[in-house]
Antibody, heavy 124, light 106 residues
Framework: QLQLQESSPGLMKPAETLSLTCSVS??????????WGWIRQPPGKGLEWIGY???????FYKPSLRSRVTMSVDTAKNQFSLRLWSLTAADTATYFC????????????????WGQGTMVPVSS | SYELIQPPSVSVSPGQTATITCSGD??????VSWYQHKPGQSPAVVIY???RRPSGIPERFSGSKSVGTATLTISGTQAMDEAYYYC?????????FGGGTELTVL
């Protein structure tokens, strides 16, 4: 059974760059059958999609975050990553990595496997 | 921008039917997924492709969709179903989540 595990960067300061990795076990990040996503949840708020990275390295991001985010896949380490820069307090959230089945560019399945989430506070 | 609108809260008595709606202008063109999210846990998909149920999800969870509205129905609601529920679509290369509905079983 595939499992996902987020890294835990701890407290971040405003203007810093957040780097998160999601380690994949029991499966292969290179599989063309899946794509890999990041979702966050600010305290007391709902789920917010950040973006997807595909086995090929292609990415799709939430438009409002596109200028501050990049995602990548590291096939050697079997993990995928998120970088979010110019942090503000509004980026304080629990960050989840997750997997979605890929049936085609117009047909991506649900987030069927999730990591446990990592809380990232942003404060001076 | 494209939005999915959910009621903030729904209350139901144990054993009754809970109905949670998700409204969006372009819902007819996309497949809808529903997630259950309990505090301190990761979200879990309970419905995908509008009405399909993943293995392990109880039969009391069902989904439907008509023009502009997707619906999650929980028949014979149990106390363990108390959670937040989110609808979600993949459309034009972005993922959209609804705002979430808090289901209270009382």
């Amino acid at each position: 059974q595939l499992q996902l595990q987020e890294s835990s960067p701890g407290l971040m300061k405003p203007a810093e760059t957040l780097s998160l990795t999601c380690s994949v076990s029991g499966g292969n990040v290179r599989s063309s059958d899946y794509c890999w996503g990041w979702i966050r949840q600010p305290p007391g708020k709902g789920l917010e999609w950040i973006g997807y990275v595909f086995w090929s390295g292609s990415t799709f991001y939430k438009p409002s975050l596109r200028s501050r985010v990049t995602m990548s896949v590291d096939t050697a380490k079997n993990q995928f990553s998120l970088r979010l820069w110019s942090l503000t307090a509004a980026d304080t959230a629990t960050y989840f990595c997750a997997r979605s089945p890929f049936y085609g560019w117009q047909n991506v399945g649900p987030f069927d496997i999730w990591g446990q989430g990592t809380m990232v506070p942003v404060s001076s | 921008s494209y939005e999915l609108i959910q009621p903030p809260s729904v209350s139901v008595s144990p054993g009754q039917t809970a109905t949670i709606t998700c409204s969006g202008d372009q819902l007819g063109d996309t497949s809808v997924s529903w997630y259950q999210h309990k505090p301190g846990q990761s979200p879990a998909v309970v419905i995908y492709r509008d009405r399909r149920r993943p293995s392990g999800i109880p039969e009391r969870f069902s989904g439907s969709k008509s023009v502009g509205t997707a619906t999650l129905t929980i028949s014979g609601t149990q106390a363990m179903d108390e959670a937040y529920y989110y609808c979600q679509v993949w459309d034009s290369y972005i993922v959209i989540f609804g705002g979430g509905t808090e289901l209270t079983v009382l």
